[in-house]
């Protein structure tokens, strides 16, 4: 019997051994009774593009960061004609969302303001993207500027002679809510310029559809891309790097772990150059992120410079190219004439008519489209990082002062209670008295531990609620990658339980080898070569795993998703945005990958 | 009609459309633009009005038909004329009387004389060798095709409504050849398709076939979407026309033009071709590949998008490959998606285009 809903959230059961996980969020981020009319009514989809995995108690704050501000700027600031914000819920400790439209009865008068208010932004963008670089980057070095150390037995002297007027306990109980507050306001800027950039770009995109039917998503950003901007900036240090160690004849061996090897490096003069600059390179260069997918969205996946041995197998990659005396470096003029070419053959074959606003429509996406891939660097590796790194320093202070038993015990705090842990800990050392401290928080952290296993071992449904007839809403096709035929494909894996995932062809071929499932940076070591590597995403920080793979297939993405177009760059298959292969392929099922298709068959279980 | 009888396809005069047809101008416009077509030359709509004393006696049994004529009257009518003309034209020939097929023989003898690219011997046998006007063994096998005036213009194709001769062999039978194509514009479907209109003059191509190892048809457009940016083609082992006339299934190429990547590629299974001797089957391991290399492909692409620059529209035509590479038979504007508006664009600024895309103003139009 084929479905025609998902299951509606006041359905989902609790894995067992998950009861009371809702103590572990916010309340307002729950599906309750109160709004059970309306919610039951909403098509949910799980967001596992921002968060593929279950949420600690703390990360919450990163889906409270967008939740609003990407609303706020929708909604109420530049009055987006056709979208509201992305409402969320959080369900078995999964992030669950879904985009609220317009009513369309406002969508002219809407569009009127927006054309005012965009329209603003649009004719003065490269002037407020500069200020706005500026004042994202102030943010950040204050971020790095704090300081959350255990608070000392008594208050150096400096507090007294420079009449700094506060203790550190309150200095502490500041900087967290300024820590806090900062990634709100640092997301405020993030929409600032994200969705109305995104709806020029879209506006390009469109256009180049509707003229040329055939048109390939890729062919669209290369008219649009191609410049040099920051994002590309990391890889590039590792190619230096790479040329640097050739240069000096440092060895870099093959399978070393990054800290002994730069140990034995620095015993000669070379190789401590060589080690130097690569400290001096990981200092912003390496604050990159290797969460699968969305970066910074969790704190538990360390940046490159956190885990050198990452960047280290990329440099050896390239150093092994550079032998076989093979170009490295991105051929950015190339790029740039093949980017003017291609743009000007298609604007040839445009009706006379269209010239003029494709030339203008091009002009804008490539503004936009600068922002659309820097802002990952400003934002979800470099502020994002700086936010992980402070609240880890937090924690450790406050295991060291007694108010948790270990530093991980943090994270299973809702950032309210955080607060109220520092409270605690901060009027006990004030005082001189005793906090309730660890013995308060033990329990509550020992229960949480066991939830967020279970939550662990429960498969999300894809998607709750009706599913609309049509999925149209062009963020979520873009951003998401969700449409129409996906929806679809979910509704109809729920009746087949089927030895076929689908997904998005992403890069062509076809290819059979092993399921190598990889959920964190540190298992890409376990890849081997023709492995069928299955992922919740890849991130440009994964890059030297794809000299060994056969093909990929991920939960989430477009064509346009970091996977599919490196995935294109080396030639093998991709299927993305199956949803869910990662729990259902297991490491040593052999499947075959279909890039042009879009499928992923299970062949036989090993 | 006035002019010469006989013009090379190469020679400035084959420019002019009332003078060699339609089909003959378009080759004359891929001759100058320097792409590989088979030699050849323009038997002219002067020669046909040389030749054909009288035409509105001709045309007067297909005249005295009603607007609502049946099938078979209006056929019987059409065997008329044609029979008129052809006897018109041979009593006069036995007379001694028709000059202007005698500039074609003189023309055909100057194409065997000239060593052109592409060209295929004829099988003519020893047998059939001697006579003046008969074939020899070293005759080149021509193709000859009608180019009525108003053919392969840009709002309507008449493809395939004339009379069409393949490998013809020897002086004589080239000029029975113009003389079957000048009749061809009296046949049924030719009436039909002119609903009423006089027969043009005709003029008639005449050029050395290509030894065909894979023929076929291109498009500079996609003409499932409308797409100008996509060329397709379609091919076959041997020579195109079964393809043209829809016998077979080709295989099918779309190759995006900026790019030159294949971008589809579906082969199909063909068992027989048509070569010079008829139908044949085709070798078996050969009866699956693709009748085309990409080399072959991405020449094609180039040519295509030659023609279709120098003439400023979608074009779509005829092609023949052998050892020397592509062969361009035919290249005329196409006559659908061109005549339709295609203005993509809402709004005249980025703005307004923003404004369109996010209200749902460019789906309209889908």
């Known amino acids: 019997m084929p479905t025609d809903r998902f299951p509606s959230p006041f359905d989902i059961a609790t894995p067992e051994g998950a009861e009371g996980w809702e103590s572990m969020y916010d309340w307002y981020h729950l599906f309750g009774p109160e709004r059970r009319e309306l919610d039951e009514q909403r098509f949910w989809f799980a967001d596992r593009l921002h968060h593929p995995d279950v949420l600690h108690p703390y990360d919450e704050i990163q889906c409270e960061c967008w939740w609003q501000a990407l609303g706020a700027f929708n909604t109420r600031i530049f009055a987006m004609p056709p979208a509201y914000g992305v409402d969320q819920r959080i369900l078995n400790g999964r992030l669950y969302v879904t985009p609220v439209p317009a009513p369309p009865g406002d969508v002219a008068a809407r569009a009127e303001e927006f054309g005012k208010r965009a329209g603003h932004y649009y004719e003065r963008w490269d002037a407020i993207y500069a200020e706005w670089k500026e004042k994202v980057l102030a943010r950040l070095a204050e971020l790095r500027a704090l300081r959350f150390d255990p608070l000392p037995d008594l208050e150096p002297e400096s507090t007294v002679y420079e009449h700094v007027g506060t203790s550190a306990g309150f200095r502490m109980i500041r900087d967290f809510n300024h820590l806090v507050t900062s990634m709100y306001e640092t997301y405020q800027w993030h929409f600032e310029l994200l969705n109305i950039g995104y709806a020029a770009y879209l506006t390009f995109f469109g256009m180049c559809k509707s003229a040329f039917p055939d048109i390939t998503d890729q062919t669209i950003s290369r008219m649009v891309g191609g410049l040099d901007v920051e994002l590309y900036r990391p890889d590039d240090e590792l190619k230096r790097l790479a040329k640097e160690a050739q240069r000096l004849g440092v060895d870099l061996g093959e399978d070393t772990p990054a800290a002994d090897l730069f140990a034995v490096l620095t015993k000669t003069d070379n190789g401590a150059e060589w080690v130097a600059d690569w400290e001096r390179t990981a200092d912003p260069w390496f604050v990159v992120n290797t969460d699968p997918g969305h970066p910074g969205g969790y704190h538990v996946h360390p940046t490159w410079a956190e885990a050198p041995d990452v960047p280290l197998a990329a440099v050896r990659e390239y150093v092994r190219r550079l032998d076989n005396g093979e170009a490295i470096d991105r051929p950015t003029d190339d790029v740039l004439r093949e980017r003017d070419r291609i743009a000007g053959e298609y604007r040839e074959l445009m009706a006379e008519d269209d010239r003029p606003v494709f030339d203008e429509t091009l002009e804008l996406a490539r503004k936009v489209f600068v922002y659309i891939e820097e802002h990952v660097l400003y934002i979800e590796h470099w502020m994002w990082a700086a936010f992980w790194a402070k609240s880890k320093e937090l924690s450790r202070a406050l295991a060291a002062m007694g108010e948790l038993d270990e530093p991980e015990d943090m994270f299973f705090l809702r950032r309210y209670e955080v607060a109220e842990a520092i409270y605690d800990c901060v009027v006990g050392w004030s005082v001189g008295s005793r906090s309730r401290g660890a013995d308060y928080w033990r329990p509550i952290v020992e229960t949480r531990r066991r939830i967020y296993d279970a939550l662990k071992a429960w498969e999300p449904e894809p998607a709750l609620g009706p599913p609309p007839a049509e999925v149209n809403e062009p963020f979520t096709v873009m951003l998401w990658g969700i449409t129409t035929s996906t929806v679809g494909e979910w509704l109809k894996a729920d009746d087949e339980g089927g030895k076929v995932l689908r997904g998005t062809g992403g890069a062509p071929g076809v290819v059979e080898g092993p399921v190598r499932v990889v959920t964190h940076v540190g298992e890409l070591g376990s890849v081997e070569p023709g492995d069928v590597l299955v992922c919740p995403a890849t991130s440009p920080s994964w890059a030297p795993v794809f000299s060994r793979i056969a093909a990929t297939v991920s939960d989430v993405g477009g064509i346009m998703s970091h996977t599919a177009i490196v995935c294109r760059e080396y030639g093998m298959p991709a299927v993305v945005g199956t949803g869910n292969a990662v729990s259902t392929l297991r490491t040593g099922q052999r499947v075959r990958v279909d890039g042009g298709a879009g499928t992923v068959t299970l062949l036989d279980e090993v | ?366």
């Not at chain 2, 006035?2 to 020679?11: F, H, N, Y």
């Not at chain 2, 005069?13 to 101008?25: D, I, M, R, T």
């Not at chain 2, 003519?124 to 005759?139: E, I, V």
């Not at chain 2, 529209?313 to 504007?333: N, S, T």
Request: charged share 20%; hydrophobic share 45%; glycine share 12%.
């Open chain 2, 1 to 366: 009609m006035s002019g010469p009888w006989v013009v090379a396809l190469g020679d400035p005069a084959a420019a002019e459309v009332g003078l060699v047809g339609g089909k003959g101008a378009g080759l004359h416009r891929l001759v100058a633009l320097g792409a590989r077509v088979p030699a050849g030359f323009v038997v002219t709509t002067a020669a046909f009005a040389a030749a054909v004393a009288a035409p509105e006696e001709i045309e007067a049994p297909l005249r005295a038909l009603p607007a609502d004529a049946p099938v078979a009257a209006v056929e019987e009518a059409a065997a008329q004329a044609r029979a008129a003309l052809t006897d018109a034209i041979r009593s006069a020939a036995a007379r001694g009387d028709v000059p202007v097929l005698d500039a074609v023989r003189a023309a055909y003898r100057e194409l065997a004389d000239s060593a052109g690219p592409g060209g295929q011997r004829g099988a003519g046998s020893g047998a059939a060798g001697g006579g003046a006007g008969l074939g020899t063994a070293g005759d080149p096998a021509v193709a000859v095709r009608s180019s009525a005036a108003a053919e392969d213009a840009a709002d309507a194709s008449y493809a395939g409504e004339h009379d069409s001769y393949l490998d013809v062999v020897g002086p004589d039978a080239v000029a029975d050849a113009v003389v079957a194509c000048w009749a061809s514009l009296y046949t049924a479907r030719a009436v039909a398709y002119r609903r009423g209109r006089p027969a043009g003059p005709m003029a008639v191509v005449v050029q050395r076939m290509v030894a065909a190892r894979a023929a076929g048809v291109f498009m500079t457009l996609n003409p499932a979407n409308g797409d100008r940016a996509t060329f397709v083609c379609e091919a076959v082992w041997g020579l195109g026309e079964p393809l043209v006339s829809g016998a077979v299934t080709p295989d099918r190429f779309a190759l995006n033009k900026i790019s030159g990547e294949v971008v589809r590629r579906e082969i199909a299974h063909k068992p027989t071709r048509l070569g010079r001797a008829g139908t044949e089957p085709v070798p078996d391991a050969e009866r699956d590949l693709p009748c085309l290399t990409d080399d072959e492909l991405a020449e094609l692409l180039r040519i295509g998008r030659a023609v279709e620059t120098a003439a400023g529209a979608p074009q779509d035509g005829e092609f023949a490959v052998d050892d020397d590479g592509v062969h361009l038979l035919q290249a005329r504007p196409e006559t659908v998606w061109s005549q339709r508006p295609r203005t993509v664009a809402r709004g005249r600024t980025a703005l307004e285009a923003v404004l369109a895309t996010l209200t749902g103003g460019d789906r309209d139009a889908d």
